[in-house]
C-alpha cells in the first residue's frame, strides 16, 4: 500500500469514528435522540458512574487537606478526620462507600454495553477508551486501598505486589528477575514502605485523576457524537428526546443513588463490616491479623488464585484482558443475543465469585478452615 | 549503646514478675471463647492496650512503662474485689471496666467459663457511644471502645435514628433541587421550541 | 407558683374554648345551611390592580408564617431540632420577620382598597372591616414581637406547644403563657377572636383549598378559529414556559437555601479544623508522639542492620521452645527466635514464602507453625511447609552466633555444633543474628 493510500485509509477510518463534524449543540443536544426498550436501563449505568467518580473528585479533595502521606503519620491523619474535623467521618466514609459504587457501576456499564453491541462499529473507540477506564478505576481501587496503611491496606497491598512477582517462576532464563524488578518497581523499594506510600499517593491523586479526566473526555465525546447505539437488533418502542427527557430522568438516577450513598455514609461505617483488627495501624513487628482480603472488587481473581494454579488464573486475566481489548473486532459479527448470553455468564462468574467466593474455597479444599 | 539498657529493663521486669504475688498475663481464654462465639477474628486489643497483649515491649505493654503508669499497673492488679477504680496502662477502657465491675478475684475464676462473664457486666454501659451496649459487642466479637464497629444492621438503625433530621434535610433538598433543574431544563427546551416555532410564523 | 389571675384564665382558656365550640359548630351550621357561602366574596372584577399586589403579598406572607406556626405548634420536638442550628435560626427569624412585613404591607393596601374605592363600598360589610383590622393588628403584634423578643422560633415550641396540646387534650393550663409579656398575650388572644369570628366571615374560604392551581397548566380561553388557535397555543406555550422557570428557580433556591443551611457552616467547620480541649489534644499528640517513635525506631532497626555485622536478638535465657520471640532479620522481615531441641537457639523467617505474611510465633504439638494469611504449617526445625499448604518453598534458617557475658564467642550455627552443651555456659550467653554474606 503506498503512504498516500494509507493516510487516506486511516483519514476515513478516523473520521467515521470521530465525526467530528457533528461537534455542534444541534447534534449533541438539540438532536440527539434515546431508544426506548427493555434494556434502555442499561443507558443510565454509564451516567451513574460518571456521577460516582464527581462524588469522589469532591470527597477526595476535601479529604486530601487533611491526609498525611507518610508511615508514621497517615493513619493518624485519617483517625484525625474520623475523630475531630468537623463532617469528616462523613466524607471519608462517603469516599469509601462510593468506591465501591462506583466499581460496581462501571463493571455493570461494562456489560451491559457488551450485551447490547454498544461496541460495534463506530463506536470502537469508545469502547477502548471505556476498557481503559475501567483498568484506571481498578487502578485507583487499588492505590487507594493502601493510603490509610491499616493493617488490611498493608498487608493486602503486600500480596497484591507478590502476585507479580510469583510471575517470575514462570518465565524462563534470566526473563524470571523481571517480575520482581517490576514489583520493586512500582513499590519503589524491596517491601511496602513508605516509597511505595509515596508512589500510591502521587498515582492516586495525581496520575490516575489526570489519565481518567483524559480518557473520560475521549469516552463522552465518542458517546455525544455517535449517539446511543441502538441496543436491540429489533426497532425500539420509541425514541426519547436526550434533552431535557432523558437528561432529566438520569439526574433523577443521580439523586436517588446520591440518597442512597448519603444515608449509608451517614448511617453505616464502612468499617463495621469488617472485624476490627484489620483497622488497627500497620504493625511491622507485630503479627499479621487473620482474615486479610482484598476489597471485594478483586475476589474475582482472589478466590481463584485462591483455588486453581496460579499459572491458570494468570492466564485466564490475560486472555481476559486481550479479548476486552479487541473485543469491537472479533465479536464484529456475532448478534446481541449470542453477546447478551456471554455477557450473563460473565456476570454469573462474578457474582459468584464476589458474593459466594468463600463457600466456594471451601467448597474445593474441603474442610472448615 | 540501646542493648544493654534494654537488657537490664529485661532484668528488672522478670524480677518485677516473679516477685509480684501473681504471674502477669494475659487471658487468652477470653479472646478464645470471642472468637469462637462470635466467629470474627479479634486481638489482645479487645480488652489491652495492644494488640499481642500486655507483655513485650511497644507502646501499651509493660516494657515501655515508666514509673507512674508501673504504679497504677500494680494498683489495678491487686483490684481483687469489685467496685474499685481500675486504671491500669496496659488495658483499654473496655478491659479496665471488666475489672472495676467484677473484680480481679472474681474474673480470674471466670477464665474457665468466659461466658458467663457477659451476665456479670453493666447491661447498660455503652463505651463508645455507638448504641450497642458493651456486653453484646463482647459476645459478638465487636470491639467495645471502637464506635465504627459493631453489628452492620444495629449500627445503621441507630445512626439512621439519630440522623433524621440531617437525612430529612438533605432529602427535601435533593428533592427540591431536582424539581427544580427538572423545570427549568424543561422551560429551556420550552423556550427553545418556541422561539423556532416563532421565527417559523414569522417567516 | 403563683396563682394565675382570673383574667388570664378567662383569656387562654374560656375564650380558647368559646372560640373552637363557636368555630366548630359555626363551620358545621353554616355548612348545611348554605354551602355556596363558603366564598373568598371575590371582588376582581371590582377592581383588580390594587387587588393584585395586596392580595399576593399578602397571601404569601401569611400562609408561609402560618405554615411556620403550625410546624412548630405541632411538631415542637422536630422544630426545636431545626432552630439548634444556629444558622437555621437566624434564618428563620429573618425570614418570619420579613414575611411578616410583607403581609402587612399587602393588608394595609387591601383595606386601603376597601376605604377608597366607590364600587367596593357597595359589597363591604362592617365586618369585613372588622376582620381586615384585626388582622393587621394581629400581624402588628407577631412583628412586635418579633422584634422586642427575638428567637421566638426557639423559645416558643417550649412554651406554646404545651399551651394548645393542653387545650387539645382538655388538659388546658393557663401558666405556660401567663406570664408572658403583654404584647405576646395580645396576640394570642387575637388568635383565638380571629377562630371565633371565622365561621362568620369570609375567612372560612380558607377551608376550600384550591390545591389544583398547583398542579393544573394555566386556563386560557380562546375563540375557536385556526389562526388565533396558533396565536393561544404559543401564548399557552409562553405561560407554561414561565411557569417552568418560576417552578425551577423556586426548586433551586429551596435546595441551595437548604443546602447552604446545612453545608455551610459544616464546610467553614471543616476548613477551619478541629479546635479540641486539652484532654483530647493531650491524647491526640500523645497518639502521634507514639506513632512517631514507632517510625524512627524502625529506623533505628535500618540503621543498625547497615552498621553491625551481628544484632542481639535475646538473651538465651529468654528464648522458650514452643513460643517464638520476634525478631527483624538483616532484610528488615520478621523473623522469630526458639529454643531447639537439641539446646541450641533456632532462628528462622517469619516471613510467609508464599505471599509474605508474618508467621504466627506459637509452635504446634507437631513442632509447627502456622502461616494465618492462607494457612500454611511450617515446620520449624526443617522450614519445610506441609504438603499442599499455599507456600511451596521453606522457611530460611537464619545465621546465629552465642556470646558470652565476656563478648567471647561460643558457638555459630554454621561451624558446626555438638551434640551436646552446656547449659550453664549458655545460660550466661546472648544469641545474635549475624549479617548475611552477599549483602556485605
Redo the contacts between chains.
Sequence with gaps: MKLAELIQTSREYLSERLPLKHLDFQHMVEKKEVPVHRLSWGYYTGGLALFFFLVQVVTGL?LL?YYQP????A??SV??ITD?????AL?RNLHAWTSSAMILAVLVHLLMTFAMKAFARPRELTWLSGVALLGITFAFGFTGYLLPWHQIAV?AT??GM??IEALGDFLPGSMSEWPRLIRETIQGE??VGQATLSRFYALHVIVLPFSIAAMLGLHLLGIQLHGMSPGIDEEPRKQERFFPVFLIKDLSVWGVAFMVLFVLALCLPFEALYAYPLFA?F????????G?KPEWYFYFVYYPL?ILPFWLVMLGQAVAGAVLLVTPWIFRGTSRKSLRLLAWGAAGYLLAMTLFGEQIYHLFKGGT? | M??PFR?RW?IFLTLLLWTSTMRLRAYPEFREFIVKHSQKPVNCAFCHQHSDGPEGM??GQIGALNADQLQRLARARSAFEPGQAVDSPVLNPFGNSIIQRVGKKKFLELRLHPSELAPLLDPASDLDQDGIPDVKEYLEGTHPVNPNDGNPRMLFWVNLKRNL??LA??F???V????????????FD??A??SI??EI?TE | MMPVPFIDQFLFVGLPYLAIVTFVVGCVWRWSTNRFSYSSLSSQFLEHRQLYWGSVSWHIGILLVLAGHLVALIFPG?WS??MSVKAVLLTVETVGAALGCVSLAGLVTLLYRRITSNRLQAVTTPLDILVVALLIGQVLLGVTTAILFPYGAYWAPGTVSPYLWGLLTLQPDATCVAFFPAVFKLHLVGAWLLVLLFPLTRLVHIVLLPWQYFFRPPQQVVWYAPRQG?QAH?LS??L??R???A??????????G??S??VFE??V??????R?DPK?ETD?LE??M??????AE?R?LELERQRNEII?VA?YA?LQANKGK?L?DY????ALAFKGPDGWPLVISAKCT?????V??EMNGQGKILC????SYFDVKTGQPDAGA?AKAPLRHLEWVLIDAQGKEIARKSSGLPATNNPALLAQC?VYIVKPKETR
Design positions: 476535601l487537606f507518610t508511615v508514621s503519620d493513619h493518624a483517625e484525625y475531630h474535623v468537623t463532617g469528616g466524607i498487608n503486600k500480596i507478590q502476585t524491596a517491601s495501624p504493625d511491622p513487628k507485630s503479627s499479621t491479623p487473620e486479610i485462591e478452615l | 540501646k542493648h537488657y529485661g511497644a507502646a433530621l440531617p434535610m438533605t427535601s433538598a435533593t427540591a433541587g431536582l424539581f427544580g433543574l427538572f423545570h427549568l431544563l424543561r422551560g420550552r423556550a421550541r418556541l416555532t416563532k410564523t | 422536630l431540632g431545626l396558533k404559543a406555550q409562553q407554561e414556559t411557569r417552568d422557570f417552578k425551577g428557580v423556586a426548586g433551586i433556591s429551596v435546595a441551595g437548604l443546602l443551611l446545612g459544616n464546610l467547620r471543616y476548613f477551619q479544623g478541629h479540641p483530647v491526640l497518639k502521634k507514639v506513632r512517631l517513635k514507632q517510625a524502625t533505628e542481639l538473651k529468654e520476634y527483624t532484610s528488615m522481615a520478621p508464599h505471599l509474605g505474611c508474618t504466627g510465633s494465618p494469611c492462607h494457612i499455599p546472648s
